[in-house]
């Protein structure tokens, strides 16, 4: 049994974002409004891919989907602005925007093609 979002590798990778997101925030002295920024933004990509899969016509799908892909450029504004305020370094900034740069890219295919994944419905 499982969801169909669970299949998508942009599911996936943005899972693995929000974590990331969510250790960094625990671990970072201040700067309280960019990082609740950043974890509702991070928290919104997957979330809005599960709910934008589920949905029923292709142009649902393209604008939850596309929603996603805004909050993944937010969450790399956000960063920059964790970089700037001292909170992060340089390095560990470029190195999650790859992942964000991947959760991008793969949402900005899903949202051209109204891509979807059904659910397993085997009990």
């Known amino acids: 049994m499982g969801f169909g979002h669970e299949k998508l590798d942009a599911y ?3 899972i693995e974002y929000v974590g ?4 960094l925030c625990e671990r970072v002295k201040g ?4 990082k609740d ?7 919104a ?7 934008g899969n589920g949905k029923g016509t292709e142009g649902d799908r393209r604008r939850f989907f596309e929603i996603a892909r805004g ?14 305020c001292g909170a992060i370094s340089s390095d560990e900034n470029k190195e999650l925007k790859k992942l964000l740069d991947r959760i991008v890219a793969m949402l900005t295919k899903l949202g051209q093609r109204g891509y979807c994944i059904g659910s397993d419905n085997s009990h």
């Open 45 to 51: 990509i997957p979330l809005n891919i599960a709910e």
């Open 71 to 84: 909050s993944a450029l937010e969450c790399g504004a956000a960063q920059d602005v964790l970089e700037i």
């Open 12 to 14: 996936k990778v943005s």
């Open 31 to 34: 700067c309280r409004n960019a």
């Open 37 to 43: 920024q950043l974890l509702r933004a991070s928290q």
């Open 20 to 23: 990331w997101a969510y250790r």
